[in-house]
């Protein structure tokens, strides 16, 4: 289909604006189907966003509604502020209280989004140990020895003198109870705070952050931002910290632990990506979402036998699975099930008319699939009992892990009996592109590790003498007020072009493996010269896909082997590494930044940041904090411009640790390491 500009259509009788394609993203299925939308008359995120534009004042984050003597407005006067800022909302509230609160209150709901994500897991994972469910059993028991010992569980037993391996199932169930205690015991600190390196934590420990346990954290957040309570914006962002340290270094990382024992730790395998991936000829069942546990039941149900003959019956030539956002991530890195999309491109797949069954459980889910699906024959299933939509087309299956099986066979059969209700005016863009993904901080180990001292040490090695230049972690959504897909693309190629290794995650992966930046071969053709060298040696990508939003946890534990390893300093923020969150939208992503930040990591957001009203706040956020943590976050939408901040920073971080000149590739012998170890 050829992409005409701006189109012309009607969206809900009324001659509406309307996007247009080539302006709203880069990605040509993506235009394709925002298009044949516009031309069917059905609204997608792209043409509402041209509709409606976002309040100047929430943007600025300096709207409080936390009262009902509000919402209480402070706009940054045109020309700034000059002298005092008196500027207050009727209790006082100055517009440094009103925007910390607001941020606090998204590092909350990002924090309670990630972690009561990974509660959940946690009690499938009782279960599993409790053996009171067939679905689920201990699949990875290599990580589960891991992970024990981080959670205060012992591995061996000592009996008669002799030290004997723990039985497997003691283990599991303790790694449980210690597991699930996190978001509640009543003392303490979180286990796993000891993971990051040493001077991290006393770091944390002397600011007094260290996270109590998850849920107080959250909860905490919503007391001191309630009316008249916090009022120092500085106190405000110290509960950030903790809340989001509870995420990162808490609910996030259980979240990928756990899973990673229940379903198998990822390992590099090849894939595809886009909208191309969907079948003419096949049940098309989508999944979407963030909670692997039900999608891991589909994808076991759908490959039985019986259920592609169950198919066949129904005149289809067999199932495809595919996903969007990070359920899809999650079974993409274990079991090579393709990516139809990212969070934008979600209303497109039911667009193609090709889509059976739409199932979905948590976070990033769009209400207007519902109204999407009305115009055609896709059934939308939601699965979660927190997670449910009004429309009556909406079928609800409420998973529950004791009959996980019986769900997932529900609701395979539901979308292969609905193949014959398909239409016959189906359209699949033939965009797709191959991927390797599924790399983890083991992977990582294995590829770029090598045997010496068992670490990371090759790794550090290759920055040391300067082929790498450093290390990027590029992470989350797309946001519907940028070009879809063009701040990913543009500021990953140019860290790659500068020798910058990038690890990946959420939707900033899916958007790297449709633009097939990650096999091999992109290495030859994107990356700098020293970059290119390592991949081609190694034979990896030079964009590492590391999974869902939960597992920029597994950013954080390589960040830590890499500091841990020796040469690049003994802090994460010694190290020559950076992070960005190009086309961010999601309160998971603030959550995700504050404990990057807090993780001593500098930490770039493009697309709009939701403190500019307040410009003494937005200092501390961006130059204050480095003082204590040594991260700091900072905003730059112009995708280059971004790139070259993080480069910036990477270069500064080599040059504190005397490795600047070894970007002239001179090899350092054992004497000039233990030099700079020293
Ligand atoms: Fe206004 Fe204060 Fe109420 Fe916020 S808490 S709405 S600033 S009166
Ligand atoms: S799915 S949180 S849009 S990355 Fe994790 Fe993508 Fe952002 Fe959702």
Not at 73 to 86: C, H, S
Not at 468 to 488: K, P, Q, S, Y
Request: net charge negative; with cysteine.
């Amino acid at each position: 289909m050829a992409i005409e500009k701006k189109a012309k259509v009607e969206v809900e009788g009324k001659k509406a604006k309307v996007a247009d394609p080539i302006a709203a993203s880069i990605d040509i299925a993506t235009q394709e189907m925002i298009l044949r939308a516009q031309k069917l008359g059905i609204d997608t995120v792209f043409d509402r966003a041209e509709a409606m534009k976002p309040c100047n004042i929430g943007n600025q984050g300096t709207c409080c509604k936390n009262c009902a003597m509000g919402p209480c407005r402070l706009p940054l006067p045109k020309a700034g502020i000059e002298g005092e800022d008196t500027r207050k909302g009727l209790c006082g509230a100055t517009a440094n209280t009103i925007a910390a609160r607001n941020f606090a209150r998204m590092v909350a709901a990002g924090a309670a989004a990630h972690s009561d994500h990974g509660r959940c897991v946690a009690e499938v994972f009782m279960s599993a140990a409790r053996k009171e469910t067939e679905a689920y059993q201990i699949k990875d028991t290599e990580k589960l020895l891991a992970v024990a010992p981080h959670l205060g569980v012992e591995t061996t037993v000592e009996k008669d003198g002799q030290v004997l391996d723990r039985n497997i199932d003691e283990i599991a169930l303790e790694v449980a109870e210690k597991a699930l205690n996190e978001w509640g015991k009543p003392e303490g600190e979180l286990l796993y705070l000891k993971r990051a390196p040493e001077p991290l934590y006393e770091k944390w420990k002397k600011n007094g952050v260290l996270p109590r346990n998850i849920d107080r954290e959250i909860v905490d957040i919503m007391h001191r931002t309630h009316m008249g309570v916090d009022q120092d914006y500085k106190n405000i962002v110290k509960q950030c910290t903790r809340a989001s340290l509870a995420d990162g270094w808490g609910g996030s990382m259980l979240a990928t632990d756990l899973q990673d024992i229940l379903f198998g730790t990822p390992y590099p395998l090849q894939s595809e990506a886009n909208l191309g991936v969907l079948k003419k000829d096949q049940v098309n069942i989508v999944i979407h979402g963030h909670e692997p546990v039900l999608s891991e039941m589909i994808v076991a149900t759908a490959q039985k036998p019986e259920m592609i003959e169950y198919a066949k019956s129904k005149g289809a030539k067999g199932i495809q699975l595919s996903g969007i956002c990070c359920t899809a991530n999650e079974i993409l890195q274990r079991h090579g099930v393709p990516l139809c999309g990212t969070f934008l491109q979600q209303e497109l797949a039911i667009i193609t008319g090709a889509v059976e069954a739409m199932v979905v459980d948590v976070q990033c889910i769009f209400q207007n699939l519902a109204n999407v699906a009305k115009c055609f024959h896709t059934k939308v299933i939601t699965t979660h009992p927190i997670s449910r939509m009004e429309q009556s087309n909406v079928e609800h299956i409420e998973f529950d892990e004791h009959h996980a099986i019986e769900d997932a066979e529900r609701i395979v059969r539901i979308a292969i009996d609905n193949f014959q209700n398909r239409g016959a005016d189906v359209i699949i863009p033939t965009q797709k592109n191959v991927q390797i993904a599924g790399f983890g901080v083991e992977s990582v180990q294995y590829h770029l590790g090598g045997t010496f001292r068992g670490t990371y040490y090759t790794l550090n090695d290759n920055i040391i003498n300067g082929r790498l230049r450093g290390i990027a972690g590029v992470v989350g959504c797309n946001n519907a007020r940028t070009r879809h897909n063009e701040g990913h693309i543009q500021i990953v190629k140019e860290l790659i072009k500068n020798d910058v290794i990038v690890l990946t995650t959420g939707c900033n992966g899916i958007a790297c493996a449709m633009e097939g930046l990650l096999t091999p071969d992109t290495a030859a053709v994107f990356c700098g010269p020293g970059l290119a060298e390592v991949c081609e040696t190694v034979g990896i990508p030079p964009v590492l896909h590391l999974g869902s939003c939960v597992d920029n946890s597994r950013i954080l534990l390589a960040a830590t082997e890499v500091a841990k390893a020796g040469g690049l300093g003994k802090d994460i923020s010694d190290l020559p590494a950076a992070g960005s969150a190009p086309e961010w939208m999601s309160e998971k992503a603030i959550s995700i930044g504050q404990y990057f930040v807090s993780s001593g990591v500098y930490t770039v957001f493009g697309a709009t940041f939701p403190t500019s009203g307040a410009p003494v706040f937005q200092k501390y956020l961006f130059e204050d904090l480095e003082k204590v943590y040594g991260g700091k976050w900072d905003f730059e939408p112009d995708p280059i411009k971004h790139a070259h901040k993080m480069i910036a920073h990477i270069d500064a971080k080599r040059k504190a640790l005397g490795i600047d000149k070894a970007r002239e590739r001179v090899l350092m012998d054992m004497a000039d390491r233990q030099k700079l170890e020293a």
